[in-house]
């Protein structure tokens, strides 16, 4: 049984695409996975377009505290943010 092309499929594809030095674009995503619907390639990467940001910021959180466990590398990330707010 054929299934679609998941939200995942695309993500995937364009973290390929950009790692290997491209702008994610629909035909590229497409050319990449070797099937879907430009309409279904065009909703699930405007997805992940608007994650980009959070992604980064949180990887760069990661790098910041390299050698800290990730649960006080979460936590410092959040005090860090929580007081910007407060300023």
Request: hydrophobic share 30%; charged share 30%; no cysteine.
């Given at each position: 049984m054929a299934?679609?092309?998941?939200?995942?499929?695309v993500h995937a594809a364009a973290d390929a695409v950009?790692?290997?030095?491209?702008?994610?674009?629909?035909?590229?995503?497409?050319?990449?996975l070797g099937t879907?619907?430009?309409n279904t390639v065009t909703r699930w990467l405007e997805t992940?377009?608007?994650a980009v940001?959070?992604?980064?910021a949180a990887q760069q959180?990661?790098?910041a505290l390299p050698e800290a466990p990730a649960e006080v590398a979460a936590a410092a990330?959040?005090?860090?943010?929580?007081g910007a707010r407060d300023d």
């Open positions: 299934r679609g092309l998941t939200e995942s499929d950009l790692a290997g030095g491209q702008r994610p674009t629909v035909e590229r995503i497409r050319t990449y879907g619907s430009p992940w377009w608007r940001g959070a992604r980064l959180a990661r790098l990330s959040d005090m860090r943010g929580a």
